[in-house]
């Protein structure tokens, strides 16, 4: 196997990984910097794909459920003023580095992950992962990239087991994982 091969599976693997373990976390701040991780992981699979719009779009991701990791505790303020900038700076990359139509898919699916990631919790924002891994299941499919189309259907699957679960257990404080909202 080719070592860019090796390379584009391995850190498709990786982020697969990661994805999937976050949407099963009950900390909302652990899910968000995993999944934050799992992002620049995504976004040097796609620039080895050559898919750019979606490895531009993939580190603002991350930078996006980072910052919102940092504003779960903050004021309604601080939040929006981190949807509204995320979500011009989403546009703005889509617009930047368009490929066609399908960047449209993109675009949506980054804009609806930055409202989850800075406006939801708990149950609502793993169940709305659901939509968001269709919106980009059209970008794994006409790229041919298995391991981001299992990514999609692990990180489905994840976020309705972790929505579930949600419901079947009381968060432990203890443990750092606050109430959801």
Known sequence: MPTDDLLIHATGLAALAMNAFAMLRRCEKSLRLQSGFAGLLWALNNVLIGAHTAAALNLVSAGRTATSAATLQHGAGARSLGLAAFGVLTVATGLLTWNG?????????????????????????????????ALWMYH?????????????VLTAGAALYGGWRFDRQPPDEEAGEPLSR
């Open 101 to 133: 139509w399908g960047t449209l898919f993109l675009i949506a699916a980054s804009l609806w992950s930055t409202y989850a990631m800075f406006y939801m919790t708990g149950r609502t924002l793993r169940y709305s992962m659901l939509a968001i891994s």
């Open 140 to 152: 794994a499919w006409s790229y041919e990239a298995w391991e981001q189309m299992a990514a999609n």
